[in-house]
C-alpha cells in the first residue's frame, strides 16, 4: 500500500465549475500538507500549505485537511482554463526526525477545464 | 527573486552511458533535494542535501546515482551507468527551511 493514494484522473470539468481533489494517506507522522500544480513540461509550484486540521483558504482555492480520517482536499471554485493542470498533493512529517523535508507525493490528478 | 536554475532541460543518452545534472538554487537556501518524476507518478526524493551534508539519501540507488553539493550552494547529480528505468524528470527543488520547497524546471532525461 501506498503511503499517499491520490485518483490520477483524468478529470474533466467546464469553465466556472467546482473542483475537488482528494488524497488520503496511512502515515500518522504526517504533520504538514501541500497541494502543488504542475504544468505540462514545468516544476511543481506550490498552491497551498497547511499543517493542522481545518480549512485554508486563498483566493479561489480551499485547502481542507482531516487528520482524524487521514483525508485532504483541494477545492478550486469558478474554475478556469487556466487551471488545467496536474494536481499533485504531498505531506511531511514534523521536525525533529532526519525524514523532515522529505515530501511524500501523491501520483497527481491530471485536471482539464473547458472553455 | 530567482528561482532554481537546472541544466540541461532535456538530455537523450542511450543505456550504460553516464550523464550528470546541475542546479543551482534559490541563493540563501539551505536545503537542496533531488526527485526523480517517473511519467504519471508524483516525484520521489532521491537526496536531500542540509548545506554540505546529506540528510537524506535512502532512495537513491547508490550503485549507479551519485550527488554531491560545493560549498553549500550549487548541486550534481550523476548517474552511471544509465538503465532504461531511469527515463524520467529529475527536478531539484531548494527551501530556507526544511519544508515547502520550490522546484526547479527540471531536466527530462530519455534513456534508450
Known amino acids: 500500500q501506498k503511503e499517499v493514494e491520490q485518483d490520477p484522473g483524468p478529470l474533466s470539468v467546464p469553465e466556472g465549475a467546482i473542483v475537488s481533489l482528494n488524497c488520503t494517506y496511512s502515515?500518522?507522522?504526517?504533520?504538514?500538507f501541500m497541494w502543488y500544480r504542475q504544468y505540462s513540461r514545468k516544476g511543481p509550484e506550490l498552491l497551498m500549505y497547511?499543517?493542522?486540521?481545518g480549512n485554508k483558504e486563498d483566493g479561489r482555492f480551499t485547502a481542507q485537511v482531516d487528520k482524524s480520517s487521514k483525508y485532504i482536499s483541494l477545492f478550486i471554485r469558478d474554475s478556469q482554463p487556466s487551471d488545467s493542470a496536474t494536481y499533485l498533493c504531498?505531506?511531511?512529517?514534523?521536525?525533529?526526525?532526519?525524514?523532515?523535508?522529505?515530501?511524500?507525493f501523491g501520483q497527481g490528478t491530471i485536471l482539464t477545464v473547458h472553455p | 527573486e530567482a528561482g532554481v536554475a537546472q541544466s540541461p532541460r532535456y538530455k537523450i543518452i542511450e543505456k550504460r552511458q553516464s550523464v550528470a545534472f546541475w542546479c543551482n538554487p534559490i541563493?540563501?537556501?539551505?536545503?537542496l533535494y533531488w526527485y526523480q518524476q517517473i511519467l504519471g507518478q508524483g516525484p520521489k526524493l532521491l537526496i536531500q542535501?542540509?548545506?554540505?551534508?546529506?540528510?537524506?539519501d535512502s532512495q537513491l540507488p547508490k550503485d549507479r546515482f551519485s550527488a554531491e553539493r560545493l560549498k553549500g550552494v550549487d548541486s550534481t547529480l550523476k548517474i552511471q551507468p544509465a538503465k532504461l528505468e531511469d527515463s524520467a524528470v529529475y527536478l531539484c527543488?531548494?527551501?530556507?527551511?526544511?519544508?515547502?520547497?520550490?522546484f526547479g524546471p527540471g531536466t527530462r532525461l530519455t534513456v534508450t
Open positions: 527543488a531548494s527551501s530556507l527551511t526544511r519544508d515547502r520547497p520550490n
Open positions: 502515515n500518522s507522522a504526517f504533520q504538514y
Open positions: 497547511t499543517y493542522s486540521s
Open positions: 504531498a505531506m511531511s512529517a514534523g521536525a525533529g526526525g532526519t525524514s523532515y523535508g522529505k515530501l511524500t
Open positions: 541563493s540563501g537556501h539551505a536545503t
Open positions: 542535501f542540509q548545506n554540505n551534508g546529506v540528510v537524506d
